[in-house]
């Protein structure tokens, strides 16, 4: 786990710790000592503390003008035992709602695990985003399946392309969003 990264070719673009919108804004990273575990397994310094002991975060980027935020996630997801949505919904999602971001993009490749609880704080977060929206990208099936059992799909949107967009550190991120908006308003368009 200690050598998993968070994703860091787009730092050109953006970087969390010199954004002062952003919750991580003058971050410091010692590479020389990791202190983070999920677990007991450390895990790379370059990730971001959110107040929970198994979820943590990397904001890749905001664009505050597009009101989009794209973010990588490690760990395991747990509502059931430590309230995880609880620390995201409180400790960056609020942050970046409150700076008029309505699109969230949530990278998912090394969540290890989904334990639910109820869905207060997806509605919130849903309702927040009024004319916005929250999506899913590279899910592991598994993971999709247990939080589907908690109906938030109703909150989410994931499946599809969305679970397939291996090439996205590639992409810019304005690319990026623009892809997944346009893949989100066909859907919302059948309803």
Same mark, same amino acid.
């Not at 997806?122 to 009024?130: G, L, P, S």
């Given at each position: 786990?200690?050598?998993?990264?968070?994703?860091?070719?787009?730092?050109?673009?953006?970087?969390?710790?010199?954004?002062?919108?952003?919750?991580?804004?003058?971050?410091e990273y010692d590479t020389?000592?990791?202190?983070?575990?999920?677990?007991?397994?450390?895990?790379?310094?370059?990730?971001d503390f959110i107040g929970s002991e198994t979820l943590y975060v990397k904001v890749l980027m905001a664009d505050y003008h597009r009101k989009f935020v794209i973010m990588e996630l490690i760990g395991e997801w747990n509502d059931a035992l430590h309230n995880d949505i609880?620390?995201?919904?409180?400790?960056?999602?609020?942050y970046f709602t409150g700076e008029g971001i309505i699109h969230f993009i949530l990278i998912? @490749? +090394?969540?290890l695990n989904y334990h639910g609880s109820d869905d /207060?704080?997806?509605?919130?977060?849903?309702?927040?985003? @009024? +004319?916005g929206w929250i999506v899913l990208l590279n899910?592991? /099936?598994?993971?999709?399946?247990?939080?589907?059992?908690?109906?938030?799909?109703?909150?989410?949107?994931?499946?599809?392309?969305?679970?397939?967009?291996?090439?996205?550190?590639?992409?810019n991120p304005h690319k990026l969003f623009e892809f997944v908006r346009k893949e989100v308003e066909k859907r919302i368009a059948l309803f």
């Open positions: 786990m200690h050598d998993i990264e968070p994703f860091f070719g787009w730092e050109f673009n953006y970087d969390s710790n010199t954004d002062e919108r952003s919750p991580f804004y003058e971050a020389n000592q990791y202190t983070n575990t999920i677990y007991g397994y450390y895990i790379h310094p370059y990730w609880m620390h995201l919904k409180r400790n960056v999602i609020d998912g @490749e +090394n969540i /207060e704080y997806y509605e919130e977060w849903f309702e927040d985003v @009024e +004319n899910f592991r /099936e598994f993971v999709l399946r247990e939080m589907n059992a908690y109906n938030l799909d109703s909150y989410l949107i994931w499946g599809g392309i969305l679970d397939e967009i291996d090439n996205w550190r590639t992409t």
